[in-house]
C-alpha cells in the first residue's frame, strides 16, 4: 500500500533553533517528492520539489533531502522564525500518469516560541 | 504568490442547503483540483479536471459535483449538506514546470454544516 508516513507529528522549538522533519514513503514507482508549508487556515504553498537523480534541495533557511534508495526525506530549518510555526506536509507523486498521483502525509505541526 | 481565490472562506449553514463553493484562478492553467481536509490528517482528492468540458471523479468518494465551463473558474456543489461534509475544501491549479506538475492552492473554505 502505498502511503507517506511523518515524524514527529508536533514539535515545538525556541525561535532561532534549528530543527529536522522527517519523511518515509513506500510509494512506488516514485516520481518525485515535496515539501510544502500549511499555514492555520490557508492552503498549502510549495517550499520544494525534489525528482529522482537530485539529493538536496534548498530555498533559503529551508533545505530538503532525499534518499530513494531508503525511501526517506527531510526538511531542515534554519535559525527558525515566529513565521515558520505552520504545518509542513510531505507529498510524493508516482509515475502513473502524465497528471501523477498524489501521496499526502499528515504532516508536522511546528511551533516556533519566542 | 499564488493567482487562485475560494470563497467563501467560512460558511455555516443548515442540514439539507444547497451550496456552491467558488474557485477561480488567472493563471490560465488546464489542471485544476478539488481536495478535502480534516483537521491533522491529509489532503483528499475529490474531483480534478484536465480542462474546460473535463471533470473526474478523484480518489475519495464525495457527493459533491463540480463543472468546467470556463478555464479560470472550477466550482464545487452540494446538492443537500450532511453534517459529515463539514471540513475544510482546498481547490488548486497546477502547471508543468521542469518537468513536474507545480501546484498552487487557494486559502480554502471552511465548511460546518449544522
Known amino acids: 500500500k502505498n502511503q507517506v508516513e511523518q515524524s514527529p507529528q508536533s514539535l515545538i522549538i525556541l525561535e532561532g533553533k534549528n530543527c529536522t522533519l522527517q519523511?518515509?514513503?513506500?510509494?512506488?514507482?516514485?516520481?518525485?517528492l515535496r515539501w510544502y508549508k500549511q499555514d492555520t487556515g490557508r492552503g498549502p504553498v510549495s517550499l520544494t520539489i525534489?525528482?529522482?537523480?537530485?539529493n538536496t534541495k534548498s530555498n533559503g533557511r529551508y533545505t530538503a533531502t532525499l534518499d530513494a534508495d531508503t525511501k526517506q526525506s527531510s526538511l531542515h530549518i534554519t535559525a527558525s522564525q515566529l513565521s515558520d510555526s505552520a504545518s509542513y506536509i510531505c507529498?510524493?507523486?508516482?509515475?502513473?500518469?502524465?497528471?501523477?498521483?498524489?501521496?499526502f502525509g499528515r504532516g508536522t505541526q511546528l511551533t516556533v516560541w519566542p | 504568490e499564488a493567482d487562485i481565490y475560494q470563497t467563501p472562506r467560512y460558511l455555516v449553514i443548515g442540514t439539507g442547503k444547497k451550496i456552491t463553493l467558488e474557485c477561480s484562478q488567472t493563471?490560465?492553467?488546464?489542471?485544476m483540483y478539488w481536495y478535502q481536509q480534516d483537521p491533522g490528517m491529509e489532503l483528499h482528492l475529490i474531483h480534478y479536471?484536465?480542462?474546460?468540458?473535463?471533470?473526474e471523479k478523484g480518489d475519495l468518494s464525495s457527493e459533491s459535483t463540480v463543472s468546467r465551463i470556463r478555464t479560470e473558474h472550477f466550482p464545487l456543489t452540494l446538492e443537500s449538506a450532511r453534517p459529515s461534509h463539514t471540513s475544510q475544501y482546498l481547490c488548486?491549479?497546477?502547471?508543468?514546470?521542469?518537468?513536474?506538475?507545480?501546484?498552487?492552492f487557494g486559502s480554502g473554505t471552511q465548511l460546518s454544516v449544522l
Open positions: 493563471m490560465g492553467h488546464d489542471k
Open positions: 525534489m525528482t529522482f537523480s537530485e
Open positions: 519523511c518515509n514513503y513506500t510509494v512506488s514507482p516514485f516520481s518525485n
Open positions: 488548486a491549479s497546477s502547471v508543468r514546470q521542469n518537468g513536474n506538475e507545480k501546484l498552487f
Open positions: 479536471s484536465y480542462g474546460v468540458n473535463s471533470t
Open positions: 507529498v510524493v507523486s508516482d509515475r502513473g500518469s502524465t497528471l501523477g498521483r498524489l501521496y
